[in-house]
């Protein structure tokens, strides 16, 4: 087991250097320096308009959607105390994904720009209550993932069908980008528009540290070392449906980095579920990160989908995951 | 002496059946408790109401606290050994402090101190960077039992904590319960062992479909007349120079 | 009637039909439907009262059909093989990419289909203008457009002098290059597509990295569809926004962009214009 402070450090360096990365590399092949000397200084070049309003948003998008589903996938986990609960596989991203397309094809995002990330809140919301009534307190990993197959199918089916119903021929074709997410061409706009949510999801997660690790021993032990649960899971829901809400509403929903990043980091913050909350969101931030920056170096004008690749990695895990919990007899 | 613990005409109802009927004690420091009883006569839910973690009627003094007071006055051991993390053995033990923890969750000097000294009473510093994932059942219970001695409450609450335990661990758990009621502790401990109970516990209270049926010292509770009218069964009692010996003989319904 | 027989029928049909299409028409069709919005504008300059029975539901929508108020004067039909079927046609006209089932299937009932593939350039409109009027029969008014088509478009050609950049910049960044018949609206505009200098010669995704970089003199974007789409989304991008604002307005591509008839000629003049209103700032 690393010690803590310096596990978050490594962490926050290769977050920075990622996002270094993520602002240098990129269809209009500028130079390092070019690329910093515009970012930096200069007015009105179209060098300072790619770095400033392509990149730099794209790249933040890109660690604050990454913090938010990494920290949410390990604040699920640790109250479910489940390895298997991840926003984009039990359901939530889906919903908020349908929340959102509703707002956009309503005309609700249009007259008020809030309405998309709140009706993609209020998705995420009301899928989590289904899932926490459905599977219990403690989520049994059987039905905690029938339950999220069952709300993900029927979320994807009504945005299937408000995005056909669309009297907008390209929206029909935009069913992947709700399911599979997408960090190309975000702009300033969006930061604005996912920033307050998402802050609001990390400030009511941050400190659950203390009663996710107390839960480790169970509810009634939780609730009799003093953490007050009702308010925990209050915090919990709201806070993931901040997080996830505001991600998918700008981003689209990107699935698996939740479930993949606590994985790797369980083991090196031994196991606790409190010091997994930053961990997690740092290394989620590294993940899509470095995600994003694979879609570009992979198929540069294809606009490839950030979720093909967090699934490509991620799928196998999921399974390894499933292999392993069933061997374990968790089922 | 100090009490600990009060109830008062405390019930808890599934539906319209009482679980829990109308039932009043106190438990002051000190006393060893054992809470026995047949399976469902009602021993766990009388715990858990006893500390507010499920809703009753009439009054019990832990749970009218606070919750994070009441984590000061009782530690609860619940019966489920429940480990959902693969973390140390010490830092399953130092989960304990929580109640005392400040709000940056640091460790102080008193908490080091008080896991150490849990791990010391349960026999388990040789264990102390293991992952509690790989501890064998018996093992996993002890971890368990210092965690609730960590929190050094005065009242400790714990729900049949040696089942399953070998008979060697079975007597050291006693007597470390036993050892905390001396120090001016109290322990209430549900089990299903009357032969350890006899002989441990300062005091038996024994349940029977909901109702408290006898309160006091082992040898006016393990009556020929209670045991075959709450447990069915007929059993050899004596005191002995090695000290009470109980021993069920057959079911006499 | 026996199956052979039937089947027979079905034969004699067949071939009925391909002896029409390789030999002259000697009596017009009486009941044309067209499932294809372009083919629905052809037929619609083209047919003789009555002779047209339906056209597709787009024609009638303003935002992408350039003869939409005409469009209103047919009962609309939406591609089906089932509905057309029972519309009782003696030649259905199709496009070659759209109703693929339902041209087979009418096929198959031994209904006559012709069908036309997209125009890619002006070359195209003159030859389907005049393939339409064989079809209907209507061979002297077919050449009679394409002659008005030649002496418009010579008067409107803009020759000599610079060329300045465009970019057509669609949904998904989607720019259009050589062989289409945006391209040739633009040539004739006198402009210079950027496609081709973006490395794109025959159109594609252009990024908006890219297109910032190039800073074309003008860039035309399509007019938007109700409803919101993340597509088109990108069109109100900032970085968009700041490039836009530096370049003089500019017309959207509307319904007369997507089809091969006389009206891309409305689309050349009115980009002619907006070059023209580019010069003094050269």
């Not at chain 2, 401990?189 to 005091?203: I, K, M, P, W, Y």
Request: aromatic share 4%; glycine share 10%.
């Amino acid at each position: 087991m690393l010690n803590f402070r310096l596990l978050l450090v490594l962490l926050s360096v290769l977050v920075a250097a990622l996002f270094g990365a993520s602002l240098l590399i990129g269809p209009a092949g500028l130079g390092v320096g070019t690329s910093l000397r515009a970012l930096l200084a200069g007015q009105g070049e179209a060098a300072v308009l790619v770095m400033r309003e392509i990149r730099l948003p794209r790249a933040l998008l890109g660690v604050m959607l990454g913090a938010s589903l990494g920290l949410s996938g390990a604040a699920m986990q640790g109250y479910l105390r489940n390895p298997l609960a991840e926003p984009g596989l039990i359901g939530v991203s889906s919903s908020a994904a349908l929340g959102a397309v509703i707002a956009l094809q309503t005309g609700l995002a249009a007259m008020v720009a809030l309405a998309l990330p709140l009706m993609a809140l209020a998705g995420a919301v009301l899928s989590v209550l289904l899932l926490l009534m459905l599977a219990g307190a403690r989520g049994a990993s059987l039905t905690l993932i029938l339950a999220g197959i069952a709300v993900s199918a029927f979320a994807g089916a009504l945005t299937s069908l408000a995005l056909n119903l669309s009297p907008n021929p390209y929206a029909a074709a935009e069913i992947v980008f709700w399911m599979l997410g997408s960090l190309s061409d975000r702009s300033f706009t969006h930061v604005w528009l996912a920033l307050p949510f998402m802050a609001l999801g990390w400030v009511l997660l941050a400190p659950l540290g203390r009663g996710l690790d107390a839960l480790t021993l169970g509810e009634d032990a939780a609730a009799a070392l003093g953490i007050r649960l009702t308010r925990l899971r209050l915090s919990l829901v709201l806070g993931t449906a901040s997080c996830v809400g505001a991600g998918v509403a700008v981003a689209g929903a990107v699935g698996f980095v939740g479930l993949v990043v606590p994985h790797l980091l369980r083991p090196a913050v031994g196991g606790r579920p409190g010091r997994l909350l930053p961990a997690s969101a740092l290394g989620g931030a590294a993940m899509l990160l470095a995600a994003d920056i694979a879609t570009r170096l992979i198929a540069p004008e294809r606009d490839l989908k950030l979720g093909v690749v967090t699934a490509l990695v991620g799928a196998p895990l999921f399974l390894h995951l499933i292999y392993k919990t069933r061997k374990e007899g968790m089922w | 002496m100090v009490s600990l613990l009060a109830l008062e005409k405390l019930t808890v109802r599934r539906g319209e059946c009482p679980v829990v009927d109308r039932i009043s004690l106190s438990v002051a420091a000190g006393e060893f408790v054992g809470l026995i009883g047949p399976n469902g006569a009602g021993k766990t839910t009388l715990m858990r109401a006893a500390l507010g973690l499920l809703p009753a009627l009439g009054h019990s003094s832990l749970a009218a606290l606070p919750v994070a007071t009441r984590a000061h006055a009782a530690a609860w051991l619940p019966q489920t050994r429940e480990v959902a993390w693969p973390v140390s053995v010490e830092t399953l033990v130092a989960l304990g402090r929580t109640p005392h923890l400040p709000a940056t969750g640091q460790m102080r000097a008193a908490d080091h101190a008080a896991v150490e000294a849990a791990l010391k009473r349960m026999a388990l510093e040789g264990l102390r960077f293991r992952s509690a994932a790989q501890l064998s059942g018996g093992e996993q219970a002890r971890v368990l039992i210092a965690r609730a001695l960590a929190q050094q409450a005065p009242l400790l609450l714990a729900d049949e904590p040696i089942a399953g335990l070998d008979p060697a661990h079975q007597i050291t758990t006693m007597e470390v319960f036993a050892g905390l009621a001396a120090e001016g502790h109290a322990a209430i401990v549900s089990l299903h062992d009357l032969g350890l109970a006899a002989r441990h516990c300062t005091r038996l209270i024994l349940l029977g479909q909901g109702r408290l049926v006898a309160d006091g010292p082992p040898g006016d509770v393990l009556t020929g007349a209670n045991l075959a009218e709450v447990f069915g069964v007929r059993a050899f009692y004596a005191r002995t120079e090695d000290g009470p010996v109980f021993q069920p003989l057959e079911v006499v319904r | 009637m026996s199956a052979f027989a039937k089947a027979f029928r079905r034969r004699a049909v067949a071939l009925g039909v391909w002896l029409g299409a390789a030999l002259p028409v000697a009596a017009a069709p009486e009941r044309v439907v067209s499932l294809n919005l372009c083919t629905d504008q052809l037929a619609m300059l083209l047919a003789a009262p009555g002779q047209l029975v339906s056209v597709s539901f787009l024609s009638q929508r303003p935002r992408v059909s350039a003869m939409a108020d005409r469009a209103q004067d047919f009962p609309a039909n939406h591609g089906r093989a089932e509905e057309v079927f029972l519309m009782r046609p003696d030649l259905v006209l199709a496009g070659s990419y759209t109703s693929r089932a339902a041209v087979r299937m009418l096929r198959r009932l031994g209904v006559e289909v012709a069908e036309f593939p997209p125009e890619r350039s002006f070359a195209d409109i003159r030859a389907h203008l005049l393939r339409m009027g064989r079809l209907l029969g209507q061979g002297e008014r077919a050449k009679g457009l394409v002659a008005a088509f030649d002496a418009r478009l010579a008067d409107l050609r803009v020759t000599g002098g610079t060329r300045p950049s465009v970019a057509l910049y669609g949904p998904n960044g989607y720019t259009t290059g050589a062989g289409t018949l945006a391209d040739d609206i633009l040539d004739a505009a006198g402009f210079a597509n950027i496609a081709a200098k973006a490395g794109l010669p025959g159109g594609g995704t252009l990024s908006l990295e890219r297109l910032v970089m190039l800073r074309p003199d003008l860039i035309v974007t399509g007019a938007r569809y109700p409803g919101a789409s993340q597509a088109e989304a990108l069109l109100d991008h900032p970085a968009l926004a700041a490039l836009r604002a530096d370049l003089p307005e500019a017309p959207d591509t509307g319904p007369e962009w997507s089809c091969g008839t006389p009206f891309v000629l409305d689309a050349v003049a009115e980009m002619a214009a907006a070059r023209a209103a580019l010069e003094p700032r050269k």
